[in-house]
């Protein structure tokens, strides 16, 4: 059982490169998020799907765009990489509701913008 | 605004001690407070949670205690071990969304031998 799976696990971009982080789920879980991480600053919410069709922006989704796949996949799509894009990623996946706030997490991307 | 502020950002203890991270939130219509725990070069996992009707929460050595009318939460280590070492997160969400959650800011957490 792979629970949450995250593709590619480092990458280092250009500045102006595109990318895609994939995220995956063999879980049957409604919802998905994207996180980043960054020292000092916790983990913060880019976007999330609350059901398979829906995507809403959370904390700080500038520079991003998603996309729900299906009910197992959820993308984040880099268009024009900044070196303030430089983080680790963390894609995690819920049962949505009712809410146990449990979230289970990938084990991360790391990602430099150079 | 809404945060979730966590403090201290690092801490050391001796194997034995019992650290304690404290969080503060501001919106009061949170209702559900879950703890992760983060080892190097892993994704965080679910630790322990609690909801603002109780005062404290026990599971094992890890210790939730909840002051509501202050909007603080903290965690309890008691007896730490070296392979307590880890990053804590607090974290805040209403029960009734689909599981979007607020993180606090970190704290890495260190037990020496």
């Known amino acids: 059982n792979a629970g949450v799976t995250q593709t590619p696990k480092f990458q280092v971009l250009k500045t102006g490169q595109s990318m895609t982080l994939q995220c995956a789920q063999d879980m049957n879980h409604n919802s998905m998020y994207w996180y980043r991480q960054d020292p000092g600053m916790g983990l913060r919410l880019i976007y999330y799907?609350?059901?398979?069709?829906?995507?809403d922006k959370g904390e700080v989704p500038n520079g991003y765009n998603v996309s729900r796949l299906n009910k197992r996949e959820f993308s984040l799509r880099l268009e024009s990489a900044a070196p303030s894009q430089t983080s680790v990623y963390f894609c995690?996946?819920?049962?949505?509701?009712?809410?146990?706030?449990?979230?289970?997490f990938g084990e991360g991307s790391r990602l430099t913008v150079l | 605004q809404q945060q979730v502020k966590q403090s201290p950002q690092s801490l050391i203890v001796q194997k034995g001690g019992i650290p304690i991270i404290n969080c503060a939130y501001e919106n009061t219509a949170f209702d559900y407070f879950p703890w992760y725990q983060q080892f190097p070069g892993k994704g965080p996992a679910l630790l322990i949670a609690?909801?603002?009707?109780?005062s404290e929460k026990k599971e094992g050595r890890f210790t939730i205690s909840f002051n509501k009318s202050a909007k603080q939460f903290s965690l309890h280590i008691m007896d730490s071990q070296p392979g307590d070492s880890a990053t804590y997160f607090c974290?805040?969400?209403?029960?009734?969304?689909?599981?979007?959650?607020?993180f606090g800011q970190g704290t890495t957490l260190q037990v020496k031998p």
């Open positions: 995690a996946s819920s049962l949505g509701l009712p809410n146990t706030g449990e979230l289970f």
């Open positions: 799907s609350a059901s398979e069709g829906t995507t």
């Open positions: 609690i909801r603002p009707d109780v």
């Open positions: 974290a805040a969400t209403y029960s009734g969304n689909t599981g979007k959650l607020i």
